[in-house]
Each structure stands twice: as structure tokens, then as C-alpha cells.
């Protein structure tokens, strides 16, 4: 575990919890997983799940010390370089960054409102954390590599229950959740489920009248990891 650097009650705000109207459904697709991981942990918005999923070990793993310092489960890392031998998890759970304007990472010179990830945090982010990403190329190099890494530490059968959201950009809808999707059942998963769920979401700045009013929980299950056993 992460040495705690911050005290919690110094813990800046997270911009981007999960929507409480997701948990009850992703606990049903997980409900049999006994040990599950976030790999974005942010400040461990996925251990409210333990109140559908009693008896389950829940991991985070969060690369900011200050969100990580939010709770003392949460492990302080890389989602790139995750800390656990291969296989150990029965499912992933987790809610990347969605490549939109909470990505913005200039320094504000006004008092104009920001939802972003670096003025929640009040500095530069690290390096590796993908909340600086627009969408765009690096967005999808940077997760094509986590979603292996994930996979690497997921069972053979194991499932992935993602939540992403779409965002418009320049009046036209970034298909940020199918990419996921897609590129999930290219390293080898097989789509489960999905399902869409309401969530109006911000609706100030740049195309807050065009607001996507859903997120997706996506359920995918491991199982190219399976047939390579299986060989």
C-alpha cells in the first residue's frame, strides 16, 4: 500500500466520481467476482460497491498521492504497471477518464468556472494519468496499453464491467465508448452486455446544451485469456 503523504481531510475533490445510479448495476455482473480492481481509482468510488458485493476484495490503484491518500485501501501506482501477479483478479471495474474538456490542463488567468481534472488538483497532473488527455491518438495508445495490463492481471473468464460517456466536440458526438468497446474485444474480450444509464451531467462550458444525458455500462468477459489456456 501507498504511504499516506496527505492528510485526509486535505483531499481535493474529485471532478469525476461514479454516478450513484451505476453501482446497483454493475454490482449485478459482479456479483460472484471475488476479487476485483479499479485501475483509475481516483478516490475509491468503487468500494461503495461492497455494499451489494459483501465478502469481495475490492483494489484501487490511483497514480495522484492526494487522491490516493483519499482512503487508505487504495493503492498509490501506475495503471500502466499494475502491482499484481497475472490473474489474480476475477473482474475490473472502472471508469477511465472520458478524453472530454475535463482534460483541459492550462493554467486558468480568470475567475471563470473549470470542471477539470488539473484545477480539482491545483497542479500540473502526473505523468501517466490520462485525466490530461483530449481525445484523440494519445488517448487511445495510452488506454490500448492499460487495457492490457489489465487484462494481464485478469483470470481467464474474468469480466471487465467498464463506465464511459460520450462527449460532443465541434457539435459532433466523439464515439469514446464504442472505441473502448471495440478495442476490449480486439486484445481479446467478448461483449457481454449493455447498458445505457441516465446522467445529464455538466452542462456549463462549451457545448452544455449538447450534453450527452447518458452514460454506458459496458460488460465484457476475458475470454481470449480462456482459449489460450485452453491451447
Not at 173 to 194: C, K, M, S, Y
Not at 196 to 211: D, E, F, T, Y
Request: proline share 5%; glycine share 10%; aromatic share 8%.
Amino acid at each position: 500500500m501507498h504511504e499516506m503523504l496527505f492528510d485526509v481531510a486535505s483531499v481535493p475533490p474529485h471532478p469525476a466520481r461514479y454516478t450513484e445510479a451505476l453501482l446497483p448495476i454493475m454490482a449485478r455482473y459482479l456479483t460472484g467476482s471475488r476479487r476485483i480492481l479499479d485501475p483509475f481509482g481516483g478516490v475509491g468510488g468503487v468500494f461503495k460497491l461492497a455494499a451489494w458485493l459483501p465478502g469481495s476484495q475490492i483494489e484501487a490503484i490511483e497514480i495522484e498521492p492526494e487522491w490516493a491518500a483519499a482512503d487508505k485501501r487504495i493503492t498509490h501506482g501506475n495503471a500502466l504497471a499494475l502491482p499484481w501477479a497475472a490473474g489474480y483478479f476475477d473482474a475490473i471495474c472502472t471508469s477511465p477518464a472520458y478524453g472530454n474538456r475535463m482534460a483541459d490542463h492550462h493554467e486558468a488567468r480568470d475567475a471563470s468556472r473549470r470542471h477539470t481534472y488539473r484545477h480539482a488538483l491545483g497542479r500540473p497532473l502526473s505523468s501517466d494519468n490520462a485525466g490530461a488527455l483530449q481525445w484523440g491518438e494519445k488517448y487511445r495508445q495510452f488506454h490500448r496499453q492499460a487495457w492490457a495490463e489489465a487484462r494481464r492481471v485478469l483470470r481467464a473468464g474474468g469480466l471487465f464491467v467498464l463506465n464511459c460517456k460520450d462527449h460532443v466536440r465541434a457539435g459532433q458526438v466523439q464515439p469514446v465508448t464504442e472505441w473502448h468497446i471495440d478495442e476490449l474485444q480486439r486484445q481479446g474480450f467478448a461483449l457481454v452486455d449493455r447498458v445505457q444509464v441516465a446522467c445529464p451531467g455538466q452542462r456549463h462550458g462549451a457545448n452544455g446544451h449538447l450534453r450527452i444525458d447518458f452514460e454506458t455500462v459496458a460488460v465484457l468477459r476475458n475470454c481470449h485469456a480462456e482459449s489460450m489456456r485452453g491451447g
